[in-house]
């Protein structure tokens, strides 16, 4: 059993940066690729950015590339993801998730383990 904690969120103004922090514990949590999903009110959940057990193959939505990044860190067993220049489209529940290969494309159906989720908000 994996058990994945999210940490980071808050609320910030349009333009600003966060940076949001998943720490895994239980199963080798090194060993699986870990997404990032968001969800806003009102909408189905979304894939923002996913990452390779080596820290290597990050992979970006199209609607975050250039603008959020993800990195890994194996001793601390925690993935990053770096959000800067926030805007209101930005808002929603952020969900960390680890699964298998398709996870690195995003795809739901590759979610083993999914985090309880933290809360970003981005005012205009």
């Known amino acids: 059993q994996l058990q994945l904690q999210e940490s980071g969120g808050g609320k910030v103004q349009a333009g600003e940066s966060l940076r949001l922090a998943c720490v895994g514990s239980?199963?080798?949590?090194?060993?699986?690729?870990v997404g990032w999903f968001r969800q806003a009110p009102g909408k189905e959940r979304e894939g923002v950015a996913s990452?390779?057990?080596?820290?290597?193959?990050?992979f970006y939505a199209d609607s975050t590339m250039g603008r959020f990044y993800i990195s890994r860190d194996h001793a601390e067993r925690t993935v990053y993801l770096q959000m800067t220049s926030l805007t209101p489209e930005d808002t929603g529940t952020y969900y960390c998730?680890?699964?298998?290969?398709?996870?690195?494309?995003?795809?739901?159906?590759?979610?083993?383990?999914w985090g309880q989720g933290t809360q970003v908000i981005v005012s205009s």
């Open positions: 998730a680890a699964g298998g290969k398709g996870l690195q494309r995003l795809y739901l159906r590759s979610v083993n383990y």
């Open positions: 239980g199963e080798n949590y090194n060993s699986y690729y």
């Open positions: 990452i390779g057990p080596g820290g290597d193959f990050p």
